[in-house]
T-cell receptor, first 114, second 114 residues
Framework: DADVTQTPRNRITKTGKRIMLECSQT?????MYWYRQDPGLGLQLIYY???????NKGEISDGYSVSRQAQAKFSLSLESAIPNQTALYFC?????????????FGPGTRLTVL | AQSVTQLDSQVPVFEEAPVELRCNYS??????LFWYVQYPNQGLQLLLK??????LVESINGFEAEFNKSQTSFHLRKPSVHISDTAEYFC????????????FGTGTKLQVIP
């Protein structure tokens, strides 16, 4: 969905490096999410934010941190990357939840940690 | 807690044949149901969703899914597949009310054979 953008789209890095993945959205949604996709495991929730002042851990938050700089921006950081963090990372957004709870996804960032 | 089961990891089918991708869920509360599609090297796109109302929902490209509460299923069907339907399909549930925790299935790869 072009309304949700992620940068970079691909990144190769080395063990121990700090990495930041960025997500921006123009949908005007309050809620933003970071997921990780591994083959055969589906998507796992890393962190989610219901507004700028609300950050929550997901299922697999260890080794990750996030920052909600504005309603439209949600960044994911790997403080010290390790090889098992090699995966496809997706950002998603959703509305406040009064009616439609659909989550809309960005195109993904493919991260490789050597 | 809620869970989603997609029993078939891969489904090969000949072009113009019908297909059914199975999805079963478990939840102690009411849920909303979604199917997402992921084409090769792309992000997740919403295919169709059930929020309320008619239990049969359709997508613009000929897929349909029926919410069956008694069998806790939301199977995806298409009467005649096309090569362009080759993709991975993810079933997802979101609990109604409370925070919007999304649980994804592990995905089903649909391979359409010419």
């Amino acid at each position: 969905d072009a309304d949700v953008t992620q940068t970079p789209r691909n990144r190769i890095t080395k063990t121990g490096k700090r990495i930041m993945l960025e997500c921006s959205q123009t949908k005007g949604h309050d809620r933003m999410y970071w997921y990780r996709q591994d083959p055969g495991l589906g998507l796992q929730l890393i962190y989610y934010s219901f507004d700028v002042k609300d950050i929550n851990k997901g299922e697999i938050s260890d080794g990750y941190s996030v920052s909600r700089q504005a309603q439209a921006k949600f960044s994911l950081s790997l403080e010290s990357a390790i090889p098992n963090q090699t995966a496809l990372y997706f950002c998603a957004t959703s509305d406040r939840g009064q009616g439609d709870v659909t989550q809309y996804f960005g195109p993904g960032t493919r991260l490789t940690v050597l | 807690a809620q869970s989603v089961t997609q029993l078939d990891s891969q489904v090969p089918v000949f072009e113009e044949a019908p297909v059914e991708l199975r999805c079963n869920y478990s939840s102690s509360v009411s849920v909303y149901l979604f199917w997402y599609v992921q084409y090769p090297n792309q992000g997740l796109q919403l295919l169709l969703k059930y929020l309320s109302g008619s239990t049969l929902v359709e997508s613009i490209n000929g897929f349909e899914a029926e919410f069956n509460k008694s069998q806790t299923s939301f199977h995806l069907r298409k009467p005649s597949v096309h090569i362009s339907d080759t993709a991975e399909y993810f079933c997802a549930v979101i609990r109604s009310g409370g925070y919007q925790k999304v649980t994804f299935g592990t995905g089903t790869k649909l391979q359409v054979i010419p």
